[in-house]
């Protein structure tokens, strides 16, 4: 694959090149696929990739429960994960607007740790934000045989303007085209733990984005964060669509032949 | 009102398998977000008044007392009263005591959902005085002895048919024996019925959307003109509005309103906006001769100066309800009081208590949309996540969350040996679901497949062992 950002970086003064992967634990964990499509599409716009090994997960999971106390000290534990990078990329908007945005409010009382907090809020970015806002890419070359449908899940959208980035992108995939949904900025009913603190009415509304999916006549949803992406694909395998459901960077990064995600291996 | 927020989850399980909900729920959510985009699009300044709507609200907190004396200064030199409420009954006890004084019978209501948070109408009929909702939503669910399911529209939750029904069953005996199925019979109808009512109606009782300091002048819009008749044909007329809803000018009021009717239905503005400004003056054609405001405190004064007070810059226009995917599923009832939706997870809490309401702030997903289009800029999700932080400083978090968490934080906050234990749990769920991808049940996680599967990680290894493997390489899995 050869990323073309010669022309278009122009005239960007100097955009960052030693950057720091922010893995994330769901990637971590459930999907490293999406970590090493990320790697791949930096590297090929040119960056050098490290991946900080002390990095665990954001903190969502506290700061969203109002357990404030743990969720500053593992916000402290990623700034200092963080410290000397450039830039930290996110493959996920959701863990991309906890650095962005709200790790310097966990701070109001702590001047020094504020702009800690601060700093490494402005040198974090969403994965697709990065590549085409700061590193000036406007296309890929990677090729994906199919029908998707983008989601625009909720954090990546409102905390930090993802919207047009991955569509421009997934425009340069060779045999890939895009059928949008009714609503696909409607989210998906995931929400972190309140999918299984209120899974009655997480499931009402991922169904109800299963239905658009499915009416799309897509054969691909693909979207930028892998929780979101495991709620859908859960709940349409559950519900015996076929559908295949991928992270947007797979596709990017010309990955599109592993097994979606929810489907065994050595099978598309 | 009496509150069920406490069973929460039940009012769920009710409303989800409710199908009349779910058709309603089902137009509501396309129409009026679509309304709203259209009516944002085709006004440029549309996000800079959003900013001076916000401006204007936080000043007015800022100076509250100064506003409220003042606008209690216009309304005496008006010739009209101004009642200071502290709490729900004391507003309950004031209203009740004009009422008496002016020998009313009946009361004509206009839509307050003060006088829901108040639950004025069954203290009215306790005391014999009939109240008589004119708005026809609240006229809908008075003949059904339903609450409000939405703030301005609070009987969105019902169907044509049910209204069909309802109205046939209480119309009969005044000799309206066809049940009608069409939307302007319907409305024809309960205006004939309704129009009798404020002929008879000693008192007239109204909310505001605006008091307006600078005029002593209480400020209403409606779609449907039955404000301009609960207050200009009775002899009394009475507004019961909250604190907050004062403002300092008929200029900010202006702002104001280009905002309120675009979120609330897509119109630049409502059918009428009617500003009163003290009794019937002589020489006055019409009017109340006796003009009275009763302003409700109940809890809010406290929240001033607190990491709480953006809720109060609310105008009510229902836009948060309107756009958010959880009011979507499960209306307005399931909340279980006044305020539903997104400004109701954010008031209730401070209004009848946390312990009551605790599920309310938690039942967001923060996907934000409410915070998007709200026209005053309340951080909706940001207030809800206050909450939970209270309730966690409380230790009101349900205990195996609280249990959950601390044992996932101890984790986290170890990376050494949280690889360790995520290397392991990856292995073993990549093993077990090799067969198929995917489980359909899995040990601790039944809340998620109840309803879905769990998606199997790959062979192979966490993302941080496989880095690690190969040095750092770039390799692909």
């Known amino acids: ?268 | 009102m009496q509150s069920t927020a406490h069973d929460f989850k039940e009012n769920v399980g009710t409303a989800l398998s409710d199908p009349n909900l779910q058709d309603s729920l089902a137009k509501l959510k396309v129409g009026f977000s679509e309304r709203r985009r259209q009516a944002a699009e085709r006004l440029p300044e549309f996000e800079v008044l959003r900013d001076r709507a916000r401006d204007i609200k936080n000043h007015a907190l800022a100076n509250l007392d100064f506003y409220l004396e003042e606008f209690e200064r216009k309304v005496t030199a008006l010739g009209g009263h101004v009642h200071w409420a502290p709490t729900a009954a004391d507003a309950r006890r004031i209203i009740g005591d004009l009422c008496k004084s002016a020998g009313a019978r009946t009361v004509a209501k206009s839509k307050s959902m003060v006088a829901e948070e108040i639950a004025l109408n069954e203290h009215l009929e306790q005391l014999g005085i009939a109240p008589i909702e004119t708005d026809l939503g609240e006229y809908i669910i008075q003949l059904r002895h339903e609450p409000p399911s939405h703030i301005i529209a609070p009987a969105v939750h019902l169907t044509k048919d049910q209204v069909a029904d309802t109205f046939h069953e209480h119309h009969a005996p005044l000799g309206f024996t066809r049940r009608l199925t069409e939307r302007n019979d319907l409305v024809a109808e309960a205006r004939y019925v309704l129009r009798q009512k404020f002929l008879e109606a000693d008192v007239g009782l109204t909310g505001a959307n605006f008091l307006v300091a600078e005029t002593g002048s209480s400020m209403l819009v409606t779609n449907e003109g039955n404000a301009d008749l609960s207050n200009t044909l009775p002899k009394m007329h009475i507004v019961l509005a909250s604190i907050e809803k004062v403002i300092p000018t008929l200029e900010d009021a202006a702002v104001l309103l280009r905002v309120l009717a675009r979120s609330a239905t897509g119109q630049e503005s409502s059918a009428y906006t009617t500003l009163n400004t003290g009794p019937k003056r002589s020489g006055d054609l019409d009017g109340p001769s006796q003009y009275h405001v009763v302003l409700l405190d109940n809890g809010r004064s406290a929240v001033l100066g607190t990491e709480m007070q953006d809720m109060l810059r609310c105008i009510r226009c229902g836009a948060c309800m309107n756009h958010c995917p959880v009011y979507g599923a499960i209306g307005g009832h399931a909340y279980g009081w006044v305020y539903p939706g997104p400004i109701g997870a954010v008031l209730t809490p401070q209004l009848i208590g946390m312990e009551e309401a605790g599920d309310l702030p938690n039942a967001s997903t923060f996907c934000g949309r409410c915070e998007s289009v709200c026209p005053v800029r309340i951080p909706l999700p940001g207030l809800m996540r206050h909450w939970r932080e209270r309730e966690f400083e409380r230790h009101l978090t349900p205990r195996p969350v609280r249990q959950g968490l601390a044992l996932w934080s101890f984790l986290v906050r170890r990376p050494k040996l949280y690889r360790r234990v995520t290397q392991l749990a990856n292995r073993l769920l990549a093993m077990f679901g090799r067969a198929e991808g995917r489980y359909h049940t899995l040990p601790l996680a039944g809340g998620w497949t109840r309803f879905r599967d769990f998606p199997a990680p790959p062979a192979g290894g966490t993302f941080h062992a496989q880095w690690a493997r190969h040095g750092g390489a770039r390799i692909r899995p």
Request: proline share 5%.
């Open chain 1, 1 to 268: 694959m050869v990323t073309d950002v010669s022309a278009s970086t122009s005239h960007h003064s100097a955009p960052p090149r030693r950057v720091a992967l922010f893995v994330t634990c769901l990637v971590d964990l459930f999907r490293p696929a999406v970590g090493f499509a990320a790697v791949k599409l930096l590297e090929e716009a040119g960056c050098t990739v490290e991946v900080p090994p002390l990095q665990v997960c954001c903190g969502q999971p506290a700061y969203n429960s109002g357990d404030r106390v743990s969720a500053r000290a593992i916000a402290a534990q990623v700034i200092a994960a963080f410290e000397g990078f450039e830039a930290v990329v996110v493959p996920s908007g959701s863990c991309g607007g906890m650095l962005a945005h709200h790790y310097p409010s966990l701070f109001d009382d702590d001047p020094a740790m504020k702009a800690k907090a601060e700093n490494l809020a402005g040198r974090s970015h969403e994965l697709m934000s990065f590549l085409v806002d700061v590193l000036g890419v406007d296309k890929v070359s990677a090729s994906y045989r199919g029908i998707a449908t983008y989601h625009d899940s909720c954090s990546g959208l409102r905390e930090l303007g993802i919207k047009a980035q991955p569509r421009q992108l997934l425009e340069s995939v060779e045999g890939l085209r895009i059928s949008e949904m009714k609503t696909p900025e409607v989210c998906c009913g995931f929400g972190g733990t309140f999918c299984v603190k209120y899974p009655e009415i997480s499931n009402a509304m991922v169904s109800e984005k299963t239905a658009d999916i499915v009416s799309t006549g897509a054969d691909t949803l693909l979207a930028g964060d892998l929780g979101c992406l495991m709620n859908m694909a859960g709940k349409l395998q559950r519900e015996g669509s076929r559908i295949q459901v991928r992270h947007v960077a797979e596709v990017l990064a010309d990955m599109g032949d592993i097994a979606p995600i929810g489907e065994p291996e050595g099978k598309r």
